[in-house]
């Protein structure tokens, strides 16, 4: 069962969020800009702004984040979003795991579509192994940069390149045709999302290219030799079944994969700090992140 704190947050995000993508991009943008300065960050953390090989970039740390590396992808249909608006977040996430992240702002669409967010992660992903051995660096992302963390695994095992030990993909957009029977039946419940903003900013992320092209929405992809995934998702989003899909594609393809799905939760209810299902989803990603982990070290 959902917890009452998560009841009421729903509701009022589903007021909140009521023409969220109304306006022009940079309106959009502005206004999210604006919603990140109510956010607090856990005590101790320290950021640091940091060039990735022309990619704008922070270390998030907590004291003693020393068990590896945390890559993250911001989420925000491939138009929204920044470090700016997901820095609590993933501070976070850096405490729970012990671990530094480095997080990106990758270049958004319409200005810049695809590819050129797939090309400032996997840059930063090539900067960081010049540091760390890709053993003890993960990928993370939320919504379209859950999607972005599928497809640069994907393009790291076409180029041959060594693949990092793991990636946790929460509420990952995998894909962009928008196929998923709970596009429609979570469209109600979702406080959210809704299909006609997704569609608008699939265009905008995708261009002339194929909606279905494996490195736009990984669900079309050969799954095989990727590392240890983890998916968490809420029940009550119209992105379920992205999730739901991708994780059965993945076990198909031999990919060791763990799916969590939250009852009552909405998309990357993670955001909330205060919020019991929060804690949960946050231990279950320090215990899968420390395990895969120590396991590379042995």
């Known amino acids: 069962m959902p917890s009452i704190q998560?009841?009421?947050t729903k509701w009022v995000l589903k007021s909140q969020f009521a023409g969220w993508s109304a306006g022009t991009i940079d309106e959009q943008r502005t206004r999210q800009e604006k919603s990140a300065g109510f956010a607090r960050l856990p005590s101790g953390t320290t950021?640091?702004?940091v060039d990735v090989n022309g990619v704008p970039a922070e270390w998030i740390e907590a004291p003693h984040s020393s068990r590896g590396v945390i890559l993250y992808l911001h989420g925000g249909a491939y138009a929204l979003g920044s470090v700016n608006i997901h820095r609590e977040l993933i501070a976070r996430l850096a405490h729970v795991t012990q671990c530094r992240a480095l997080a990106i702002n990758y270049r958004l669409a319409p200005e810049n579509p695809f590819p050129a967010a797939l090309e400032d992660a996997l840059s930063a992903y090539r900067w960081l192994t010049t540091q760390f051995p890709p053993s003890q660096i993960i990928f993370a992302g939320d919504s379209a940069g859950?999607?972005?963390?599928?497809?640069?695994?994907?393009?790291?095992?076409?180029?041959?390149?060594q693949l990092p030990a793991g990636a946790i993909c929460i509420s990952p957009w995998a894909d962009l045709e928008l196929t998923g029977a709970s596009v429609q039946a979570k469209a109600k419940a979702d406080p959210i999302l809704d299909r006609k903003s997704l569609a608008m900013y699939a265009g905008y992320y995708a261009g002339s290219h194929a909606r279905t092209s494996p490195l736009?929405?990984?669900?079309?992809a050969d799954l095989n030799g990727l590392p240890p995934l983890l998916i968490q998702v809420g029940a009550d989003e119209i992105l379920l079944d992205d999730s739901r899909r991708i994780a059965e594609h993945a076990r198909k393809a031999g990919v060791q994969t763990t799916l969590e799905v939250y009852d009552g939760m909405f998309h990357v209810f993670q955001m909330m700090s205060l919020l019991p299902e929060t804690t949960k989803a946050s231990n279950s990603i320090a215990a899968?992140?420390?395990?895969?982990?120590d396991e590379k070290r042995r």
């Open 6 to 8: 998560s009841k009421i």
């Open 47 to 49: 950021c640091k702004p």
């Open 288 to 293: 899968f992140a420390l395990n895969l982990l």
């Open 216 to 220: 736009l929405s990984p669900l079309y």
């Open 146 to 161: 859950g999607g972005l963390t599928l497809a640069a695994l994907l393009s790291l095992r076409d180029q041959h390149q």
